[in-house]
């Protein structure tokens, strides 16, 4: 029931989002279901805003940072990056 438009994309998709992942600023979602709510943290940027059904449980990668009966709002956190192995440059 949210009207599209001035700066409003809405989108209606299976559990799999067509976006790269950190493409969105921000990501409101209706979905309960993990799967579907961990699809919506996946495509939202570092820094960026998820909301979702206060029912849902809130999924690795984010800080929770407002509640109340109806939704959450979180923060995506950084992911951690893989090892990288350092060398020593002797000469």
């Known amino acids: 029931g949210v009207a599209m438009g ?4 809405g989108i209606r998709a299976s559990a799999k989002l067509p976006l790269a ?3 969105a600023r921000a ?6 279901d993990s799967v579907r709510v961990a699809e919506a943290v996946r495509i939202t940027r570092v820094g960026g805003r998820v909301v979702a059904p ?10 929770e940072l407002v509640r109340d009966d109806a939704i959450w ?6 992911l951690p990056s893989a090892p990288v192995t350092l060398h ?4």
């Open 6 to 9: 001035r700066g409003l994309s």
């Open 88 to 91: 020593v440059r002797r000469g």
């Open 21 to 23: 992942t950190g493409a």
């Open 54 to 63: 206060a029912v849902a449980r809130l999924p690795d990668g984010v800080r």
């Open 73 to 78: 709002v979180a923060e995506r956190l950084a």
């Open 27 to 32: 990501v409101a979602t209706d979905a309960t």
